[in-house]
């Protein structure tokens, strides 16, 4: 037993323990409370992570659940649109409709718009301006896909210039259309009343052309407007019109007065059908390999092509003969000389030799010609035919020959051809000329050969170079001034291969043939003046008599002025002006000149002028060169030439192919019994007509689904990347019709997590907002800055790609997919979040669909329409008078984007790993982190992992940690790897197989990255920058190979383990 001593001392001690110990108990306990806070934390986070997932999961189920009754409550007139009066403002449904439909979205917009006068231009307003001419269709044309395709680039230019605050002016008119018009009326005569013409004479036949115009004539127009063209229909005009007419008067006779118009006798395309002179565009050139018969107008049995016949010519003084070659055997008859190479050795003994012609004794010289003679081509000689013959005309002026036309008009020989064959329609007598050598002897022989054959595009007639008495445009000095304002870029041409063509043409151009023998088109301002004592009274007679006016009393005044004192009569040219000669002024007169009008004063010159490259010369030049000497300035300061649209195989779209897509069909859909029906309607042949149903049949054996204007018109956008060709595949277009679907669905979604209360602030607090915000308001910025650089700069192409793939990949895929659980419940932590989410999704649907506008221009008005209205903000009534988008800065954060760019990498993969087998079922994921900030970026936006790779957990890893067995892997980047935990469903040999290809994908590239580096030249010619950046992804892609390698190495161990 202790002392008494002990025992209190003991106490003592024991007390001053229990202190020390009471001490450590307390703190311990305070720690574990922290512990058991921390977790509470982590647990009620996790609870409301799952939560929201379980909410995901169950929306659909929900929704399912309540679909029933919703629809048992819904009232089907709430989904319906109300009627809407013509030009009022489009009515909408109270509720959105569950599916998009063209048919109904694209009705009511543009008569409210035409009426609203949102098209129209002010001459006097402050704004700058902004022009485009619309190239006039035909009067007689049809709504083709080239028209779709014009229309659709012009509204978008224009549609994005309105709204980025330009004054903007759209010019609509119709070209009269000369032979085209002309030979319509006539088939029309002679289909109804059995008449040509002639037989009712000039001034009936110019009425019935006037009467058919205003009745048929430009539907062409009416139908723009299915495009949702915005053109300024107050200005439209017509090149006939009264102050048409007056341009082209004008111009005619200031051209003359300045000698710029002159009368000759000169080669032109005659066609023998229609009776005019016709302009290169209108011949269409026919291959021809070998011996070809071809149905020619006027003939019951074909005419043989594609044959070059020899004959011989006695020589003159018992020489022998010398022997000469044809396609066009019949056009001998006007031969006038035989043309040798003067240094050809066989003939040096023929030099100023004449040959006979064996059917009129005429003498024929033989000239010594260089620049036509090929001496080791065929005989070496060539036959000369000056009035038939482009080649042999210039020979003619250079060797001063006799130019001998032998046929009329209507190509029948005529008395200069001689009495065995004239009256001999040209054809028939190819055969009775080759007949008549025969039986002379002449006759050599023939073998097929190869040409291209001139076909007139109206008439279908074979096109016979004439010499006629003809008005020209001397254009040289013009042609300089076009060639210099390219050269000195007054002009620039888009795309730029194109300036090539412009200075060859140009620089090479002949004088310009503008009469044609036609009664519909601008009369010729020049009068025939037929004196007394004038021995020949034709008109023409003597091409010194012609006097120019703008009337027939200012001809009488010239006249008395050229004649004085003598007695005469005046007669008006019965020729009109080829069509390209008001088509030329059209820039001018649509403006008003020659008057000062002040839409000249404001307009002119026009800012663009787009159009197909295949009329850059006929047009384009023209119009160049007469706005510059007559308007005094360049017509337009660029030129964006588009390319020609094919079928899907790449095949020029023929009637007779059956691959003719006609916009409307497209827009509106059609039955394949539709398409055979329009080939009925039409008149091709039986056999032509069987080719083109099968046609049709292979390319749409559904018929073409309804796609609506929007959807077409984006197609033809997105397609001008094709340089000069677009192979246009109809289902790209359904495709892009099926996109307007998903932007429905992501307005009818917004609308409903928006709900009705809510109002979007005037402005946003971008820097407080949640990353997955910032994100997409600064990819936002990027889309807006790439379309309008891309504007800008005329790559359409791009631009629609930049509008699409942020609506598409980021907004409705990442965005829209991303915030959904936020909505899902109302728990109170993500109210903040929730808010945040609602504003930047209002600011993305608004600024998206006015980004969108200029090329879809129905649906985004009928989408803008419903979004709620900014406080403090008067909202413009329509969407295409809003501002377009601009670059905000604030919004801009790379950041940001960088780290999303590795989210998005991140979830790509993890979904990638999903087995094909797997539905809905959520498996547990891990990220290998090799660092602190790819494990930061991960943990920063593991809920957005977690929702958008659809897996149940998301756990880092460190490069110290092992990887979870049972695992799928791939590689995010050299910093990141991802895992998903497949259990029983893993296949290691496939998953050994997939990074066997990934790691060839990645060799292939770091080797071709670094042939670049150590290509001669690269370090001393490649910017600094550039090899540092090359050097970075070097590494990058040898570490993603080695992290690879691991895997790879690990999955060999579990193959060994299994076997």
Known sequence: ?????????????????????????????????????????AQQKEAARLQAQAASDGQKKSEKKHKKKDTEDENPEDFLDPL?????????????????????????????????????????????????????????????????????????????????????????????????????????????????????????????????????GGTILTQERRLGASLDWSRECFTMDEKRSKAVTEAFVRLYKEGLIYRDNRLVNWDCTLRTAISDIEVDYKEIKEETLLKVPG??????????????????????????????????????????????????????????????????????????VDPNFGTGAVKITPAHDPNDFEVGKRHKLDFINIFTDDGKINSNGGEEFEGMPRFTARVAVSEALQAKGLYRGSQKNEMNLGICSRSNDVVEPMIKPQWFVSCNSMAKLALDAVKSKQIEIIPQQYEQDWSRWLENIRDWCISRQLWWGHRIPAWYVTLNDDQLKGIGSYNDHWVVARNEEEAILEANLSFSGKKFQISRDPDVLDTWFSSGL???????????????????????????????????????????????????????????????????????????????????????????????????????????????????????????????????????????????????????????????????????????????????????????????????????????????????????????????????????????????????????????????????????????????????EELWQRLPQAEDLRRKDSIMISEYPAVVEEWTNEEVESDMEIVIGTVRKLRSLRPPSDKNERRPAFALCRGCEAAGIVKSYEFQILTLASISSLKILTEDDTPPAGCSIDVVNENLS??????????????????????????????????????????????????????????SLLEELKIISEAEKDLGQVIDREK
């Open 586 to 860: 059209f820039p001018l007169s649509v403006l008003g000149w020659p008057d000062n009008t002040a839409d000249f004063s404001a307009f002119y010159p026009t800012s663009v002028l787009e159009t197909g490259h295949d009329i850059l010369f006929f047009w384009v030049a023209r119009m160049v060169m007469l706005g510059m000497k007559l308007g005094g300035d360049v017509p337009f300061s660029k030129v964006y030439l588009h390319p020609m649209i094919r079928d899907a195989h790449g095949r020029k779209m023929s009637k007779s192919l059956g691959n003719v897509i006609d916009p409307l069909e497209v827009i509106n859909g059609i039955s394949l019994e539709g398409l055979h029906k329009r080939l009925e309607e039409g008149n091709l042949d039986p056999n032509e007509l069987s080719i083109a149903k099968e046609g049709q049949k292979k390319d749409f054996p559904n018929g073409i689904a309804e796609c609506g204007a929007d959807a077409l018109r984006f197609a033809l956008i997105a397609y001008t990347a094709q340089s000069d060709k677009i192979n246009l595949d109809v289902l790209r277009v359904v495709g892009y019709r099926q996109w307007c679907n998903k932007l429905w669905n992501a307005i009818r979604f917004a609308m409903g997590k928006l709900g009705d209360q809510y109002t979007p602030p005037a402005n946003i607090m971008v820097h407080s907002m949640p990353s997955i915000c910032k994100w997409i308001l600064s990819a936002l910025n990027k889309a807006v800055a790439k379309t309008v650089s891309s504007l800008e700069s005329y790559k359409f192409s791009d631009a629609t790609t930049a509008v699409y793939s942020w609506w598409q990949f980021q907004l409705c895929d990442v965005f829209i997919e991303a915030i959904k659980p936020y909505f899902f419940n109302d728990s109170e932590e993500f109210e903040f979040a929730r808010a945040a989410c609602k504003d930047t999704l209002w600011v993305c649907l608004d600024t998206g669909l006015r980004l969108l506008h200029p090329f879809m221009p129905f649906v985004t």
């Open 84 to 216: 809407t009066s013509p030009g009022e403002k489009k009515r909408l449904s109270s509720q959105m409709a569950k599916q998009y439909s063209p048919t109904a979205v694209e009705k009511s917009w543009y008569a409210w718009w035409e009426h609203s006068g949102f098209f129209v231009a002010d001459a006097s307003s402050s704004k700058p301006p902004f022009v485009i001419v619309l190239p006039p269709p035909n009067v007689t044309g049809a709504l083709h896909i080239g028209h779709g395709l014009t229309a659709a680039i012009q509204d978008t230019i224009i549609r994005w210039r309105r709204m980025s605050g330009y004054n903007t002016l759209w010019v609509p008119g119709m070209d009269h259309a000369g032979i085209a018009t002309q030979v319509v009326v006539e088939k029309k005569l002679m289909r109804e009343s059995k008449l040509t013409r002639h037989d009712i004479g000039r001034e009936r036949f110019v009425a019935e052309v006037w009467k058919w115009k205003d009745q048929y």
């Open 1 to 41: 037993m202790a002392p008494p001593e002990d025992e209190e001392s003991k106490k003592t001690i024991e007390g001053k323990l229990d202190d020390k110990e009471l001490e450590r108990k307390m703190k311990k306990d305070q720690k574990a409370k922290e512990k058991a806070e921390k977790k509470l934390k």
């Open 978 to 1035: 991802v895992y998903l935990q497949l259990q029983g469903a893993l296949n290691a040999e496939a998953e050994r197989e997939k990074l066997r290809k990934k790691r060839e994908e990645i060799q292939k590239v770091q080797s071709s990255l670094a042939q670049k580096m150590d290509a001669s030249g690269y370090r001393e010619r490649a910017p600094q920058s550039v090899q540092e950046e090359d050097i970075k992804k070097l590494n």
């Open 299 to 372: 003939y019951d049995s074909p005419v043989q092509f594609g044959v070059l016949t020899s004959f011989a010519y006695p020589l003159e003084g018992g020489l022998g003969e010398i022997i000469v070659a044809t396609t066009r055997i019949e056009t001998m008859l006007g031969d006038t000389a035989v043309a040798i190479h003067s240094k050809d050795e066989r003939y040096k003994h023929l030099h100023g030799k004449y040959a006979l012609h064996p059917f009129n004794g005429r003498r024929l010289p033989i000239i010594c010609d260089d620049v036509l």
